[in-house]
């Protein structure tokens, strides 16, 4: 049974967030078993934390005094007395500008390793502008690695300006840390809340709509070759659903690579099926995003990633050209010289099916 919170100023029972506790362990070099003998904490209670189930306040703040922080830095975003940043601020002027209006994810972890929660938020000062807030949280980690993070914080917003205007990549808005740099705020245009990711949860992407999806996906991803971009991490969590007219827009540029000598960010990632299998080893080029075009193109198709060997059966169930179709299966070639060389011969064939489709 679940422990309610009670709200009174003697309220006894708090609840953290599993993930700083699991990062500042890590941050300590410490075990799972050699933290639950370091902290003057019982293990049923250790083990309930990291449960998310509410401690008691007194024990909190032994934690909070191990890890050398404030009760509050530990707070989980389902205990009440969590506050999170509540705007992001204009560089010149100190003013609030943008004010959060509801979560989107309640706290998740990006690919290069981060933990952000994900946002709706709304401009103060003009009305009915919204954006999409992603705010990176910082304060589990030392000052020196808040500033070897800055590369890759602000790799989104420099993406997003080498593209431009583009209907199906993100507009950013701003990109900043906040005051103290204990977060960092990142905020694009709105585009909807809904991922293609979440779409696929539930069903399989509609064969009516498929032609178009592709053809959306594969144009963003021409947008960002022709700005000398890799995305490196194409996947159905990084493609927005606009609400307004159902295209697709691809987001979250954090870890992609910028084919001009800038530093690439870190190649240390969790595993991800949808990344081409060289990425891991640090190297990417143009054909990398088109293994995961390939997988996407799987995915949408059959609602899950399913074998190899099933993959012509599920683009022939879905309607997919046969031409196409070849071409999206040389795709998922492991080795990166047996896949087309761009997505030019791809968007020659969307655009034919796509036209087909609205006929």
């Given at each position: 049974m679940r422990r309610e919170i009670n709200d009174s100023p003697d309220a006894c029972w708090v609840y953290l967030d599993q993930f700083l506790?699991?990062?500042?362990?890590?941050?300590?070099?410490?075990?799972?078993?050699?933290?639950?003998?370091?902290?003057?904490?019982?293990?049923?209670?250790?083990?309930?934390?990291?449960?998310?189930?509410?401690?008691r306040a007194a024990t909190a703040f032994e934690l909070a005094t191990f890890f050398c922080c404030k009760v509050t830095d530990l707070l989980s975003l389902r205990d009440p007395r969590y506050k999170p940043p509540?705007?992001?601020v204009t560089p010149m002027t100190g003013e609030s500008e943008w004010q959060t209006e509801g979560y989107l994810e309640h706290g998740r972890l990006a690919s290069n390793g981060l933990y952000y929660i994900t946002c709706r938020m709304r401009h103060r000062h003009t009305s009915n502008r919204q954006g999409r807030g992603k705010f990176y949280l910082l304060t589990a980690l030392a000052t020196k690695s808040r500033d070897a993070l800055r590369n890759k914080l602000a790799r989104h917003a420099d993406v997003c300006v080498r593209v431009g205007s583009h209907a199906n990549v993100a507009f950013n808005l701003t990109s900043a840390p906040i005051s103290g740099d204990a977060g960092w705020w990142v905020i694009d245009n709105w585009v909807g809340e809904q991922t293609l990711a979440d779409r696929l949860e539930t069903s399989t992407w509609p064969a009516a709509e498929l032609p178009r999806l592709l053809l959306?996906?594969?144009t963003g991803l021409q947008a960002l070759h022709t700005a000398g971009v890799v995305f490196r991490e194409l996947a159905p969590a990084r493609v927005l659903i606009c609400e307004r007219d159902g295209s697709a827009v691809l987001t979250d540029f954090e870890l992609s690579k910028l084919l001009d000598g800038s530093p690439s960010v870190s190649s240390e990632w969790p595993e991800d099926p949808y990344r081409a299998p060289e990425v891991d080893g640090g190297s990417a080029t143009v054909k990398a995003d088109l293994y995961s075009f390939g997988k996407l193109a799987v995915a949408a198709a059959a609602g899950v990633l399913v074998d190899h060997i099933a993959v012509p059966s599920v683009f022939n169930h879905a309607g997919v050209p046969k031409r196409l179709a070849k071409l999206m299966i040389d795709c998922l070639e492991p080795v990166p010289h047996k896949r087309p060389a761009d997505l030019a011969p791809l968007l020659k064939e969307l655009a034919i099916w796509q036209k087909k489709a609205t006929r």
């Open positions: 506790i699991e990062r500042l362990r890590i941050n300590k070099g410490l075990s799972r078993t050699e933290f639950l003998k370091a902290v003057d904490v019982s293990a049923n209670t250790l083990k309930a934390a990291f449960r998310g189930e509410g401690i509540a705007s992001a959306d996906v594969a």
